[in-house]
Nanobody
Framework: QLQLVQSGGGLVQPGGSLRLSCAAS????????IGWFRQAPGKEREGVSC????????NYADSVKGRFTISRDNAKNTVYLQMNSLKPDDTAVYYC???????????????????WGQGTLVTVSS
């Protein structure tokens, strides 16, 4: 059964950094693309970043480009979202999700997602 376990959220001051982790349990991530999403209070869920199964394709929302970095370590069965220069507008519950991507050609932010993490709260405040 596909499960994703998230960690790394918390409270940080503006300008600070956090690294979110998403570890797969019960399956291997090798042939899955991964997306990071977030939902701020009172707002709809939005895509933040994604990476294809082989790591050859990445994408970022304009609001986080240059500040966030997505990466994966298939040996550890884990994906990461490094978040730098955090702003109050980054405050949200962050989720990871995966999509089957056997040919490394997909970088999804919506649609066909096979499993979701439980979410972790990131609060950026002084």
């Amino acid at each position: 059964q596909l499960q994703l376990v998230q960690s790394g959220g918390g409270l940080v001051q503006p300008g600070g950094s956090l690294r979110l982790s998403c570890a797969a349990s019960g399956f291997a991530l090798d042939y899955y693309a991964i997306g990071w999403f977030r939902q701020a209070p009172g707002k709809e869920r939005e895509g933040v970043s994604c990476i294809s199964s082989g790591g050859g394709i990445t994408n970022y929302a304009d609001s986080v480009k240059g500040r966030f970095t997505i990466s994966r370590d298939n040996a550890k069965n884990t994906v990461y979202l490094q978040m730098n220069s955090l702003k109050p507008d980054d405050t949200a519950v962050y989720y990871c999700a995966v999509k089957w991507d056997p040919y490394g050609s997909t970088c999804p932010q919506e649609g066909g997602l096979a499993a979701w993490g439980q979410g972790t709260l990131v609060t950026v405040s002084s």
